[in-house]
T-cell receptor, first 111, second 111 residues
């Protein structure tokens, strides 16, 4: 157990739907990062939050949004889902030492 | 922005040493990481090195950094079948910045 918890582990949904992925960071970690891993795009950085504030944005589509709550958990919402959104979505958290810990991911399948 | 490259495949015999190479483009990258991903699993941080270091050794793992050439390598001594996985090289400017990943090197260990 890495200490970063992601739910659900698997999600199957239809095109056009909206889903929300949840991440609880390691205790004490203020930064949360979201990544998308797909076969053709590799591991792509989506967005980072630090202590509730958005800190950096990567290749995140406008149909996707995220937030970090006061208790530091984060949610990534994906709307108007397309087949190409099928991927593994990872959350990671970090402390000042540069130790970047990943959760086990949510596998999203859009049918 | 940062771009991280690595060869996609490596095959070695059990007991031999494996060397996985990586290059990065952004000289301001301060943290350089190696992650391991086993099939169906999340990413596991193996080790990281600061840009002011040339080498770091941790049991069977040795990381070498040539900052001038922006070249990073991971050597796994006495490679075992359990080392078969995808190894990701990654870089970030600070411990709180987004981490940019390479495409991953798939290591196959032949018994």
């Amino acid at each position: 157990d890495s200490g970063v918890t992601q739910t659900p582990k698997h999600l199957i949904t239809a095109t056009g739907q909206r889903v929300t992925l949840r991440c609880s960071p390691r205790s004490g970690d203020l930064s949360v990062y979201w990544y998308q891993q797909s076969l053709d795009q590799g591991l792509q950085f989506l967005i980072q939050y630090y202590n509730g504030e958005e800190r950096a944005k990567g290749n995140i589509l406008e149909r996707f949004s995220a937030q970090q709550f006061p208790d530091l958990h984060s949610e990534l919402s994906l709307s108007s889902l397309e087949l190409g959104d099928s991927a593994l979505y990872f959350c990671a958290s970090s402390q000042a030492q540069g130790s970047y810990t990943f959760g086990s991911g949510t596998r999203l399948t859009v049918v | 922005g940062e771009d991280v490259e690595q060869s996609l495949f490596l095959s070695v015999r059990e007991g031999d040493s494996s060397v996985i190479n990586c290059t990065y483009t952004d000289s301001s990258s301060t943290y350089l990481y190696w992650y391991k991903q086993e099939p169906g699993a999340g990413l596991q941080l193996l080790t990281y090195i600061f840009s002011n270091m040339d080498m770091k050794q941790d049991q069977r793992l040795t990381v070498l950094l040539n900052k001038k050439d922006k070249h990073l390598s991971l050597r796994i001594a006495d490679t075992q079948t359990g080392d078969s996985a995808i190894y990701f090289c990654a870089a970030s400017e600070t411990s709180y910045d987004k981490v940019i990943f390479g495409p991953g090197t798939s290591l196959s260990v032949i018994p």
